[in-house]
């Protein structure tokens, strides 16, 4: 079994509602993330997939320490994170880098790409000698295929796909064991999409990295990842392989996404049922009691709004492609699709 690089256990991030001008007062806090759970391990790629806004980006900046947990635990190599600070945070973030979400504001515009790639080494000098970085930079346009000769140019003369590219070569030049790529290819145009994604996996088998892949498009997810979790409103309700998540759905709200996934075959399109969810995602300052999912669920009963439902393996499902864990009361039952909500406007 392969190595555990990261484990991630009750991750709660709450940032605080305040009012007043001058005697601020504290009226709440939104719950961006509110008690995650997951493990990386080596070689491997994670998928995190949710509506926008349920905290899949939180998620990200906390790994890499951009934001500061409000509680819970970040453990890499068994050593946790979120109480490091100084050398011993310096050390650990050169072992887990970011790939941003946009291209065209992740890189800074006054300056070359040579200077991009190459800051780390000035934050990491002992990763490279100061007259070997020009070659190390352009050895790394090359292996995310750039021309090296583009080593003075700067980021406005670059394609969107070819920034993106730009800001994976900065995240690889002082070889991490982790990357965290926050939505990498959503600001770009399908065509290029495909290219960066071959690039990543390309990359995975060379550089033997593992991924905290974070996206909203569950198909790119399905071709990159090995095992995907599903996050709903700063929780995640439902974790598996790959194949036991796109082709065994227990959890009502994965069971809806993958139902809005398009379908390239018409015919396989016709035959298909669509799950329409009813009412507005809840606000993460004020989410609901009990299940999270349960005003947008078809199957919800009492119990929903009293019980949390635990993240774990139905008990009548001890094996087979069902057997893996989802945050649902009744992930056991059969899937039934609801009735379309009734259009109010007629």
Not at 25 to 34: E, H, N, P, Q, T
Not at 158 to 164: E, V
Not at 273 to 278: C, F, H, M, N
Not at 280 to 297: E, I
């Amino acid at each position: 079994m392969a190595e555990s690089l990261l484990e991630v256990k009750d991750l709660v991030k709450h940032y605080p509602l305040t009012q007043g001008v001058v005697l601020r007062k504290l009226i709440g806090s939104v719950k961006a993330v509110d008690g995650v759970s997951f493990s990386l391990k080596a070689g491997e790629t994670l998928g995190i997939v949710g509506e926008s806004g349920c905290g899949k980006s939180t998620v990200a900046k906390m790994l890499v320490n951009l934001e500061r947990p409000t509680s819970g635990v970040i453990s890499y190599k068994g050593e946790d994170i979120t109480k490091l600070s100084g050398r011993a945070l310096k050390a650990v973030r050169r072992n887990i880098q970011m790939v941003f979400q946009d291209p065209y504001t992740s890189l800074n515009p006054r300056m070359t790409v040579g200077d991009i790639i190459g800051e780390p080494y000035e934050i990491h000098p002992e990763v490279a000698p100061r007259g070997d970085r020009r070659r190390k930079v352009q050895d790394l346009l090359d292996v995310v295929g750039l021309n090296p000769e583009y080593i003075n140019r700067y980021p406005h003369q670059f394609s969107g796909g070819q920034r993106q590219r730009i800001g994976i070569a900065r995240g690889l030049a002082l070889r991490p064991e982790i990357i965290v790529a926050d939505e990498p290819v959503s600001a770009l145009d399908v065509s290029v999409q495909a290219q960066v994604i071959n690039l990543l996996e390309k990359l995975q088998d060379e550089f033997d990295l593992s991924y905290v892949f974070i996206a909203h498009d569950l198909s790119i997810v399905r071709h990159i990842s090995d095992r995907v979790g599903v996050m709903y409103l700063g929780r995640i309700v439902e974790t598996g392989t790959d194949t036991q998540i796109y082709e065994h759905p227990t959890h009502p709200y994965t069971q809806a996404l993958l139902s809005a996934v398009p379908v390239p075959d018409p015919g396989a399109r016709a035959h298909r049922e669509r799950i329409i969810l009813s009412g507005d995602v809840p606000s993460p300052a004020n989410p609901p009691s009990g299940c999270r999912f349960r005003t947008r669920c078809w199957k919800a009963e009492s119990r929903c709004a009293s019980e949390v439902p635990l993240l774990a393996v139905p008990a009548v499902f001890p094996t087979g492609p069902a057997a893996h864990p989802s945050a649902c009361h009744f992930a056991a039952e059969k899937q039934v699709v609801p009735p379309p909500p009734e259009d109010s406007g007629r």
